[in-house]
């Protein structure tokens, strides 16, 4: 049973359109992140918050823009979608202050920009 | 810096066979965590397993094994016997206790396990 939630969990959407991708959790976590997942595998980090109204960019530059207003949600907005931003989109959320967890994923949002 | 390295990119075996997915690693610091996810095709990162380095213990699951070694960095996962549904892509991963506690994850291998 998943406790982190993304929806939608497929996208097609056209060029120039804006899209935002849901993130939810109902663990309490404050840390979460967002990765984006090329077709080669690797994850990049593109956006993280340490909890309500903080947010950074990762490693990763990337269009989008992210909010945490409420602990448990944490959206992800492309203003203007280009094909470039084809990928699939992964959050994931820790517990505070301990290197010892891991992260929660969600099932992730494949975004298709035609 | 920290890195993770996984040389294998893609790994296709047999069923039945034995596999073994390589993870190096490098870390400055003396406590730090290492993790192994499973992402099968359906696109989702899933927990296998977490080890601190303070504890070098090979550790046994099932048809899995993971076989830490500080001495040459190295944090390799075993599966005996393989299953077709072991087919996924095999994430390294490495956390420590710095201010932001991020996970470090390797560029992943496929794993392609043929009836």
């Known amino acids: 049973e998943a406790d982190i939630y993304q929806t939608p969990r497929y996208l097609v959407i056209g060029t120039g359109k804006k899209i935002t991708l849901e993130c939810s959790q109902t663990?309490?976590?404050?840390?979460m992140y967002w990765y984006q997942q090329d077709p080669g595998m690797e994850l990049h980090l593109i956006h993280y918050s340490y909890g309500v109204n903080s947010t950074e960019k990762g490693d990763l530059s990337s269009e989008s823009t992210v909010s945490r207003i409420r602990t448990e949600h944490f959206p992800l907005t492309l203003e203007s979608a280009r094909p470039s931003h084809t990928s699939q989109y992964l959050c994931a959320s820790s517990e505070p202050g301990q290197a010892s967890y891991g992260y929660t994923f969600g099932s992730g949002t494949r975004l298709t920009v035609v | 810096a920290q890195k993770v390295t996984q040389a294998q990119t893609e790994i296709s075996v047999v069923e039945k066979e034995d596999v073994t997915l390589d993870c190096v690693y490098e870390?400055?610091?003396?406590?730090?965590?290492l993790f192994w996810y499973k992402q099968p095709p359906s696109g989702e990162l899933v927990f296998l397993i977490r080890?601190?380095?303070?504890?070098?213990q090979n550790e046994i699951s099932g048809r899995y094994s993971w076989n830490f070694q500080k001495s040459t960095s190295s944090f390799n996962f075993t599966i005996t016997a393989s299953q077709v549904v072991d087919s996924a892509v095999y994430f390294c991963?490495?956390?420590?206790?710095?201010?932001?506690?991020?996970?470090?994850f390797g560029g992943g291998t496929r794993l392609m396990v043929k009836p």
């Open positions: 080890r601190n380095s303070f504890d070098e």
């Open positions: 870390t400055r610091d003396t406590t730090y965590y």
């Open positions: 663990m309490g976590h404050d840390k």
């Open positions: 991963a490495l956390r420590y206790n710095n201010a932001g506690n991020m996970l470090t």
